[in-house]
């Protein structure tokens, strides 16, 4: 949470309303500031007029007066955003946290710029050069930016997910893998204050990587050592997804461990009562053996045939299944120059794709869905909100999940961190954008959407 100024600050600020609120009559509708955090141009949010100056005044001042009642220990600020569901279908999203941004982090992470695009260039409608055929709404990000991780799971919360897969990439301290590894772990705060689960998707191919950075002798043992960090650092927290009453996690494959021996070595790690469901790609369970609780779908050339496929092989077996969502396949890695790693793509067709896939997992019994992705940027399966298609893939999921939010909802959320960034040195404006968060997690979204109003007019 952001730092609050004190209550007499505050004050003060609010005593300059009156002599400001006529200059906000002169504000145009829409206007661009710049970003201070990315220096990007973010235009602001638009500016709601069916409140009068001396509404807007009252309605900061209140949520004074309540900073004082919190101060006091008279009222308690409950963490927590419940969130009603018509569909009883858990849906969980696979999530990258692997960006880097210069102004957050002092460079451009290799995901924004592969090894020849420079997020520096900016073209004539202000976006940057990145590694994507596809475009943030908010530009280019940090996984590690508060804001960042405030507007993404707020937008997953109105649109009905539950809980966040991420793409994890071992604990040593090799290449970027370790700043995976702090972003994943600077989520938690964010994900417990939302009542989010999440669970871990382990890349097995980083065992091979830390054999030949001369840090461990085999691959088993490098494994062995990743599961042990997941065990102590991750299953101890009351969030991390369960399932039928055990921990729940993933491999993506294995590819490179793919001995069922070596799997019953890096399983000995969990004490027997601990043992958590292990789930593979699809058709990939045979490289794990008996340590495998069942398999994912995923995006495949063959696009719905390996749906069905998956789904004929598995729906009457013992094994946990998960469908998949996506809303295409397009790979930037060649024009990225980091190869030819894939030579077919699934066009996204101006959405009909994720609508098209949602529906045919909706009609299978899998145990839950997980959706690939929130932020592949690389390979072009992101749902976050992009330039090309705004809220469109979170509208779709809102309905399919049957929430009781709105689109404009979620373009609060949008503005609440475009107010973040346009203000984030000014720590009046700061608290007030707080607030705002408190009132989205307790779906009082007009409380909300006013607060941004008032900031924006005053601030």
Known sequence: MHTKTSFKNRLFALLLLSFLAFQSCQKDTEVYQENPAENTVLPTAVQDTTLTDKELQNLLFEEDSIQVLLESGRIVDISGMEVEKENPKKVYIHYMPWFQSKGYNGYWGQHWTMTNQNPDIIDTDGKREIASYYYPIIGPYASDDPDLQEYHMLLMKLAGIDGVIFDWYGSKDIYDYQLIKEATESFMGRLDDLDMSFSIMYEDRVAQVAVDQGMYA??????????????????????????????????????????????????????????????????????????????????????????????????????????????????????????????????????????????????????????????????????????????????ILQQYTGVTYKPEDLQTTLDLYRSRKLYAKNEAAQYYLDRCYYYIKKSKLTRAKNILTAVNRYF
Not at 234 to 248: A, C, S, T, V
Not at 258 to 268: A, E, G, L, P, R
Not at 383 to 394: D, I, K, V
């Open 218 to 395: 085999n691959t088993t043992a490098a494994a062995q050592a990743d599961f042990n960090y997941i065990k102590d650092n991750y299953f101890n927290r009351n969030n991390f997804f369960e399932y039928e009453d055990q921990k729940l996690m993933f491999v993506f494959g294995p590819g490179t461990i793919t001995d069922t021996t070596q799997w019953d070595d890096i399983f000995t790690v969990f004490p027997e009562t601990e043992t958590p469901h292990f789930l593979t790609l699809w058709a990939a369970n045979q490289n794990v053996g008996s340590n495998a609780s069942g398999e994912f779908l995923w995006v495949a050339p063959d696009h719905l045939l390996a749906h069905e496929y998956y789904y004929n092989t598995y729906l009457n077996s013992d094994f946990v299944t998960v469908g998949s969502s996506y809303p295409g396949f397009d790979s930037f890695y060649e024009e990225g120059g980091w190869g030819l790693w894939h030579n077919w793509s699934i066009d996204h067709d101006n959405g009909n794709t994720f609508v098209e896939t949602l529906n045919y997992t909706h009609h299978q019994d899998a145990d839950f869905i997980q959706l690939a992705t929130w932020n592949d940027f690389g390979e072009g399966t992101m749902l976050e909100p992009t330039e090309e298609y705004g809220f469109f893939n979170l509208q």
